[in-house]
């Protein structure tokens, strides 16, 4: 069921984007979502009603789907969407494969003191490494090969409020990164489908749209991360500013 609502939410996504430029009304059943041979997700529209043709990532966990659309010939989106108390389940092994040294260092800062030890956390913060562990997905997702069993080759390596700084590239870690993604991350808390800050609708800054949908059920009664790429910055060293506008996202729950 979560595959399925991944794809309701492509659908809803791309109807968003297109009817916010005034081409609707838009229903479901005009839009077909697909992969190609290399796995990579794809959505169109039916022939009687326009060409367009949309980039589109999509994720699922227990329960919940997300999506993105943006349009092709743009920057390539990426989106994931992962649950806190997986993460906290799985603590040990993540930390111990998935971050960089530098990554577990920013993360120890940006853990809260744990009581009565106000010199600092003696363990990170599930939220924290959540935000880390969606945001690196999404970029992989952005850059066509996922994390291809080298999560370590995505680095995050700053954070600005929601959003965070991820390098890629075999040299991320050195600092000859091949490319930096801005990848925005929202948490989803209990059973609220909106994201916070946004809600559903679009950015009039973005040349994106992401919509979310869940079943009523556990999934939707624990905190979950979504994380979407936001501003590509293409063969750069990190932290170098720049890039063309962020994508769109919306969440939707059932």
């Known amino acids: ?3 399925l609502l991944g794809r309701i939410a492509a659908k809803d996504a791309a109807r968003a984007w ?3 430029r005034a081409d609707g009304p838009l229903w479901p059943a005009e839009f077909q979502v697909g992969n190609d041979p290399s796995g990579q997700p794809w959505i169109r529209r039916h022939a009687s009603r326009g060409n367009e043709r949309l980039s589109v990532s999509l994720a699922h966990t227990t329960g919940i789907g997300v999506a993105i659309v943006r349009p092709e010939g743009t920057a390539r989106v990426g989106i994931d969407i992962e649950s806190v108390e997986a993460v906290t389940a799985a603590a040990g092994a993540v930390q111990a494969i998935a ?3 530098g990554e577990l260092e920013l993360l120890h800062r940006l853990s809260p003191p744990l009581p009565g030890m106000p010199a600092g956390p003696t363990e990170l913060s599930p939220l924290w490494m959540t935000r880390f562990w969606t945001a690196k997905e ?3 997702k952005a850059v066509g090969t996922g994390l291809a069993g080298r999560p370590q080759d995505f680095e995050v390596q700053a954070v600005d409020g929601p959003a965070l700084l991820v390098a890629t590239g075999t040299g991320a870690v050195s600092g000859h990164a091949t490319g930096v993604h801005r990848v925005q991350t929202r ?3 209990g059973a609220s489908g909106e994201i916070p800050s946004h809600g559903a609708g679009a950015d009039a800054r973005s040349g ?3 919509r979310a949908g869940a079943e009523a059920g556990a999934a939707a009664q624990t905190d979950h991360v979504v994380a979407w790429t936001d501003e590509p910055i293409h063969t750069r060293a990190a932290g170098t500013p720049g890039g063309p506008p962020h994508p769109r996202r919306t969440v939707r729950r059932r």
Do not use: D, I, K
Request: net charge negative.
């Open 18 to 20: 297109l009817w916010q």
């Open 208 to 210: 994106a749209e992401a």
């Open 1 to 3: 069921r979560a595959w």
């Open 99 to 101: 971050f960089t040294e």
């Open 187 to 189: 948490v989803l808390s």
């Open 138 to 140: 999404a970029v992989g």
